[in-house]
């Protein structure tokens, strides 16, 4: 791997998911890895942009969407993001889908994540519908 670049992906659609220690963190990283599975995008590291890693802030960049899974209102990813000037094209809260946050667990169950998942195809065909 050369300098600062991030070979795990990105292109057309980038998918970053807070991944926190939380269900609902989980949860956001679960439907990130199955999108990308799926073809739906590619996940790429959010917290290399934390990290402020160029090659990975180009990455996100150079995406024509940015989908963005926070876990809670805490919203740690969006701003992430906001710290290097990304802006989410397709913003998904797990909690605003009726997933309660429960401290201490990570355990989810499949509907969840296919929850979670069913809202960023939504989010991701409506805004080609706009265009
Ligand atoms: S948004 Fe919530 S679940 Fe995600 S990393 Fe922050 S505190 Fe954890």
């Known amino acids: ?8 992906g990105g292109g057309d659609v980038v998918i970053y998911s807070c991944s926190g220690a939380a269900n609902v963190g989980q949860i956001a990283n679960q439907a990130a890895v ?4 799926e073809g739906v995008g590619t996940m790429n590291c959010a917290v290399g942009i934390g990290a ?12 024509r969407r940015i989908v963005a899974i926070d876990g809670c209102p805490l919203k740690c990813l ?5 710290k290097v000037q990304l802006e989410p ?3 998904i809260l797990v909690t605003d889908l009726g997933i309660e946050k429960t401290i201490g667990s990570r ?5 969840q994540v296919v929850k979670v998942k069913d809202e960023v195809v939504k989010s991701i065909k409506l805004e080609a519908q706009r265009i």
């Not at 791997?1 to 795990?8: A, I, N, Y």
């Not at 355990?107 to 509907?111: D, G, L, N, Q």
């Open 52 to 63: 402020l890693v160029s090659g990975m802030i180009a990455t996100g960049r150079g995406s």
């Open 78 to 82: 969006k701003k992430v993001l906001e």
């Open 34 to 37: 199955e999108l990308t599975q």
């Open 107 to 111: 355990s989810f169950t499949r509907e």
């Open 1 to 8: 791997m050369s300098g600062e670049r991030c070979l795990c």
């Open 89 to 91: 094209s397709d913003y």
